[in-house]
């Protein structure tokens, strides 16, 4: 079984930068895509940003296009860099894997979730 545990996370100003991380552990054999989403009070969980297994393709929400980017050093870790933070990225964000190695956007199109981190922006 695959588990992932996201990490960075922390209090930042509007404009700043952070930088979350996702490594997965376990059976990893698998060519796994990985998304992030996040999910802010009240509201249901969003697309963030989603990379193939071999690091090469991309995908991001209109939101975050241009200021976030996902990138992957090997098969087990992820990132996610965030720039020019803006109040509304204030969320929990998760990574989570899909055994469909395509950019998908739907949360149900992932079969392991890690537990969260927050991420919160200061204006």
Do not use: H
């Not at 996040?38 to 989603?50: D, I, L, N, S």
């Not at 996902?70 to 998760?94: C, H, I, P």
């Amino acid at each position: 079984q695959v588990r992932l545990v996201e990490s960075g996370g922390g209090l930042v100003q509007a404009g700043g930068s952070l930088r979350l991380s996702c490594v997965a552990s376990g059976r990893t054999s698998s060519n796994w895509a990985m998304g992030w989403f996040r999910q802010a009070p009240g509201k249901e969980r969003e697309f963030v940003a989603a990379i193939t297994w071999s690091g090469a393709s991309t995908r991001y929400a209109d939101s975050v296009k241009g200021r976030f980017t996902a990138s992957r050093t090997n098969a087990n870790m992820v990132y996610l860099q965030m720039n020019s933070v803006k109040s509304e990225d204030t969320a929990v964000y998760y990574c989570a894997a899909s055994r469909r190695d395509t950019l998908q956007v739907d949360t149900w199109m992932y079969e392991i979730w890690g537990q969260g981190t927050q991420v919160t922006v200061s204006s």
